[in-house]
């Protein structure tokens, strides 16, 4: 969910952040601000593999269910975690959310 711009600004308050609503508007005018969006999507578990890529053998971590894509010259058996999410923030972020891009 967006912030509204007075909810934005009590947060950057709450944290110490002085800003004013107008320094806001203009650094957005100026293209130097967007709107951006966060969804944290939890914990994913991957899989660590050594494998020849982009002109070099490196480890690289892929999702366990995609191993079989991969000819892995070896194959890491400890699981590897990360949190996932989901950013956008550029100008069109909305309209290409909302036409699938």
């Known amino acids: 969910m967006l ?3 007075d909810a934005f600004l009590s947060y950057c308050d709450k944290h110490l952040l ?3 609503k ?3 508007q203009r650094w957005h005018r100026r293209g130097l601000l967007y709107p951006a969006l966060r969804l944290f999507l ?3 578990e ?3 593999i050594y494998i020849h890529h982009q002109d070099r053998d490196q480890w690289m971590l892929i999702f366990p269910h995609d191993i079989k894509k991969f000819q892995p010259m070896k194959v890491d058996p400890k ?3 990360d949190l996932a999410s989901l950013w956008m923030g550029n100008e069109e972020w909305l309209d290409q ?3 699938g891009e």
């Open 18 to 20: 002085r800003i004013q």
């Open 3 to 5: 912030l509204t711009s």
């Open 22 to 24: 107008e320094i806001l």
């Open 46 to 48: 991957y899989t660590r």
């Open 42 to 44: 939890g914990v994913v």
């Open 97 to 99: 959310w909302l036409t």
């Open 79 to 81: 699981p590897w975690y």
